[in-house]
């Protein structure tokens, strides 16, 4: 029973090593998050404990400065210094205070060494790579979603071991930027106290040589506070803070749109509006959001009703859903049939982490050969080049195991494919 | 006019079982899903038990029409009730945090209905209370989420007005309309003229119409057909104290 014991609460301290390895921990849930120019652009934030630290910075250099905090290049003192935006009961006693720096003009393709600090409290120095604005320049991106828990398995969670993968593989790949996120984030999206795990459970993507995956998030239906949820990724700004934006690198434009907020009024407008300006000869197109509009399992959202039409006019790309907690590729689709030449692949649907499910859906026509739908936790690798982009659909193998939990060092990787640019 | 009545209780009932015994059969059940993801039990069982939901809500109203056992009533009301106890539970949007109140007017029924055809004056009487209470909660509740501005409705609005209607005037015609359906919804306790049962009939179908004619005839029909309670508990109410005031009159 004591051996029972001392090997749970060793896996427990394992488990916590990593985000104390990076950040004291008076500085909780740090987070960068990627918006509209990740070029350029680059968003820290983390969280306190109530308003205690009057000075609130963010350092900032393109060379290892190894915490040595006059020495770093850029200096800002965070203009988002505020309570979370929850009034839950669940969250009384919580009282987070977050801080933001929303770094500018960065120089593209570069790696950025930075710490953050709240009053004497410093994190150890972290990097990230900003992404290119050079369209000769090759880059990956991850896209996934639905990294929340089943319920009874918050205390066995899956999201772990698949972030400890994603960790590996940008050691492996440095010309991995990213995350795409597709939403749901956790199950209690009303609330901070699942997210904070969330937090955490992000700090093991961070590589052995201390690279740190920023998010690029979209807003899912567990996400229901909207205040909290653009609190925790800043989204206050006029364009963000609908959860419907342009992610834009090289000549990829994500579309991030919001399928939790109403679809056929000022976010189609919008839609229509940039898809006309970006969807054209020689760019790639990929919308990104959270319920499906061809689902392997559910009913269709309304984006099959407002989105897909203007899909399939302005000739998108790729598109990436989530929330039906099953792996999915369907046939190319255009105006609700099968078409090889016009038709548009919708890849998803959400497998982070959430327990996967036999897709109900399996035999219609759209998931039919070269579509296919499965129960498998699954991410996308898009490698994007100026001309051609690859596409890996790719599920990690986990196995649970009692000291290192979900063990996900293995992927199979189901369906790779290629995307060459349309003729708009 | 009693056999009206009598057709409409049962027409309301049968499209009650049919579209929400129809929805589970095509896809998964908030129990179901609940089950899955938040009791961590096995697919093959949920899908079992989402399989005998959808045979109980589909065939319950017959069985109940060809036998009059009140068992197939209490199965048909409890799945109903399951159904919205689960969405409940599961939460996973912001507007299933009210469903137990939203879908009163579909699980109340076949409990208020069996009450109602007792064919005793106190059975009458609390089957016709239980149906105002359903009709009221789905009223007010409905009414909040409009005045919310609930995403849904927002695309319904937009989509009957076409281009007579941006996103602002949606938001505030929803709010106007939610003011109207929570009013509706506490009178209908106390007040007995049967107009306002009338408007809240023709509102109730209008509301179950508006989703075949918005998600097509393929989308919509199922979840036209089970919002069946929505308008025909009104009518109910509205034929009833339509009767008493005819006799009234006569008298």
Redesign the interface.
């Known amino acids: 029973m004591r051996v029972l014991i001392g090997v749970i609460f060793l896996s427990l301290i394992s488990f916590n090593l990593h985000s104390k390895e990076y950040f004291p921990k008076e500085i909780k849930h740090f987070r960068l998050v990627w918006h509209e120019d990740p070029a350029t652009e680059a968003t820290l934030a983390w969280n306190t404990k109530r308003e205690i630290y009057k000075e609130n910075y963010c350092y900032m250099s393109k060379t290892p400065k190894k915490g040595n905090l006059k020495a770093y290049e850029l200096v800002q003192r965070a203009p988002y210094n505020r309570y979370l935006s929850t009034t839950n009961k669940a969250d009384i006693g919580l009282r987070y205070f977050y801080h933001a720096c929303v770094f500018k003009n960065l120089s593209p393709s570069t790696k950025y060494y930075f710490v953050v600090r709240s009053g004497s409290h410093v994190s150890k120095e972290l990097h990230f790579i900003t992404a290119p604005k050079d369209p000769k320049r090759s880059f990956k991106l991850i896209f996934g979603g639905d990294s929340r828990d ?4 918050i205390r066995r969670p899956r999201r772990p071991g698949i972030n400890k993968l994603l960790a590996k593989m940008v050691e492996k790949d440095p010309s991995i930027l990213a995350l795409v996120h597709g939403g749901d984030y956790v199950f209690f999206g ?1 609330i901070f106290r699942d997210f904070r795990q969330w937090f955490r459970d992000h700090l093991l993507t961070i590589t052995k040589d201390g690279r740190f995956l920023p998010v690029v998030p979209t807003r899912g ?2 996400e ?1 506070n909207v205040e909290l949820f653009n609190d925790l990724f800043i989204m206050h700004r006029k364009s963000l803070k609908n959860s419907y934006y342009i992610t834009k690198i090289n000549n990829l434009y994500i579309f991030n749109l919001n399928t ?7 976010q189609k407008i919008w839609l229509e509006t940039h898809l006309r300006k970006y969807a054209k000869k020689g760019n790639w197109v990929f919308p990104n959001y959270h319920e499906p509009a061809w689902p392997a ?4 959202s ?1 984006a099959l ?2 989105f897909v039409p203007l899909f399939d006019k302005y000739q998108v790309d790729l598109v990436f859903e989530s929330d039906g ?1 099953s792996l999915k590729k369907t046939v190319p689709i255009y105006k609700n049939k099968k078409d090889l030449k016009k038709g548009i692949i919708y890849l998803g649907e959400g497998g982070l982490g ?2 996967q ?2 897709p ?1 859906n399996k035999n219609s026509w759209f998931l039919k050969k070269p579509g296919f739908a499965m ?1 498998a936790d699954h991410f996308f690798l898009a490698s994007m080049k100026k001309d051609s982009a690859e596409i890996k659909v790719i599920s990690p193998q986990c196995k649970y195991e009692l000291i290192t939990r979900w063990n996900c060092l293995k992927t199979k990787v189901i369906d790779k494919f290629k995307l060459k640019h349309r003729a708009r | 006019m009693e056999r009206n009545i009598h057709i409409l209780l049962i027409s309301t009932l049968l499209l009650l079982g049919i579209g929400q015994g129809g929805e589970i059969f ?3 059940s908030p129990i179901g899903n609940f089950l ?5 039990i096995d ?1 093959g069982i949920t ?1 079992w038990i989402d399989r005998l939901s959808s045979v109980i809500l589909l065939v319950s109203p017959f069985l109940y029409l060809a036998t009059k056992r009140k068992a197939f009533l209490i199965s048909l009301g409890s799945v109903l009730f399951l159904i919205a106890l689960c969405t409940l539970l599961r ?4 507007n299933y945090e009210i469903a137990l109140f939203t879908q009163m007017a579909r699980y109340i029924y076949p409990f208020a209905l069996m009450m109602y055809l007792s064919k005793n004056e106190k059975g009458e009487f609390w089957g016709l209370t239980l149906f105002r209470l359903s009709l009221g909660s789905t009223f007010i509740f409905h009414g909040y989420e409009a005045y919310i501005g609930e ?2 409705f ?2 319904y609005t ?2 009957f007005f076409k281009t007579l209607m ?2 602002k005037d ?1 938001l505030l015609f929803l709010k106007v309309i939610g003011v109207i359906d929570i009013i509706l919804g506490v009178l209908c306790f106390r007040i007995k003229s049967p107009w306002v049962f009338f408007y809240m009939a023709f509102w109730g179908l209008f509301t179950a119409f508006l989703r075949p004619y ?2 097509g005839l393929e ?1 919509g029909l199922l979840p036209m057909l089970l919002r069946a309670p929505h308008w025909g508990v009104p009518l109910l109410l509205a034929l009833k104290f339509y009767k008493a005031d005819l006799k009234n009159l006569k008298a």
Request: net charge positive; no cysteine; charged share 25%.
């Open positions: 089943n319920l009874p398995n009303m239906n567990h229901k939790s907020i109403a679809m056929g009024g000022l399992v559910k009913k269709p309304d009703k407002h907690h959430v327990g499910r036999k109900k129960a | 095509l896809y998964p899955l993801f938040e009791r961590n697919q899908d939460g996973s949007k912001r995403p849904q927002v695309d937009l989509y941006q996103e949606a918005y998600h989308l």
